[in-house]
T-cell receptor, first 114, second 113 residues
């Protein structure tokens, strides 16, 4: 089965510090996309960052960056200068190129401590 | 700039009743999706649609029916609701053919008593 695993059910970080959320996945395809979504208490799913597997360069979006290790099938999210508004559930997802079916991990709850 | 909306946001119903959850998007996206979110499972795909009048099953389709007569609407019907269908339901849409980012609605919280 092709799965996405988030091994950290919950993480905590001090405000202004850096935190890394881990994600690993299982796939036999070479062409796919990876995503991190944020789900705050409002439950709205918000795209944080996206990575194309064929790109070696790690994606970045302001304070959010990824460490994409294709051979290791690892896709971690680093949040720098954490803010109270970053507190949320974070979901990792994989999408095979040419398909529409996301495979989601079970999520990591991030708490930001003031 | 409505984007993608869902209604109702909250619904309580009883076992055996029919319930329809609505989803509407204003982007003219070709693809639309229904997911359910349950604790410990992340999001699981129920049905998806590639265009008007084209739908297909996802991972957990049993007990659900969809239709798509217009590009912008994608209703999800629970024909005879069961307690196991208590969940949060998300509609999503995307513009392209594979590899495209999906954009999610705000969700509908459904409680089946």
């Amino acid at each position: 089965a092709q799965t996405v695993t988030q091994s950290q059910p919950e993480m905590s970080v001090q405000e202004a510090e850096t935190v890394t959320l881990s994600c690993t996945y299982d796939t036999s395809e070479s062409d796919y996309y990876l995503f991190w979504y944020k789900q705050p208490p409002s439950r709205q799913m918000i795209l944080v960052i996206r990575q194309e597997a064929y790109k070696q360069q790690n994606a970045t979006e302001n304070r959010f960056s990824v460490n994409f290790q294709k051979a290791a099938k690892s896709f971690s999210l680093k949040i720098s200068d954490s803010q109270l508004g970053d507190a949320a559930m974070y979901f990792c997802a994989r999408l095979t190129s040419g398909t529409y079916k996301y495979i989601f991990g079970t999520g990591t709850r991030l708490k930001v401590l003031a | 700039d409505a984007g993608i909306t869902q209604s109702p946001r909250y619904k309580i119903t009883e076992t055996g009743r029919q319930v329809t959850l609505m989803c509407h998007q204003t982007w003219s996206h070709s693809y639309m999706f229904w997911y359910r979110q349950d604790l410990g499972h992340g999001l699981r795909l129920i049905y998806y649609s590639a265009a008007a009048d084209i739908t297909d099953k996802g991972e957990v389709p049993d007990g659900y029916v969809v239709s798509r007569s217009k590009t912008e609407n994608f209703p999800l019907t629970l024909e005879s609701a069961t307690r196991s269908q208590t969940s949060v339901y998300f509609c999503a849409s995307s513009s392209g053919d594979g590899g495209e980012t999906q954009y999610f609605g705000p969700g509908t919280r459904l409680l089946v008593l």
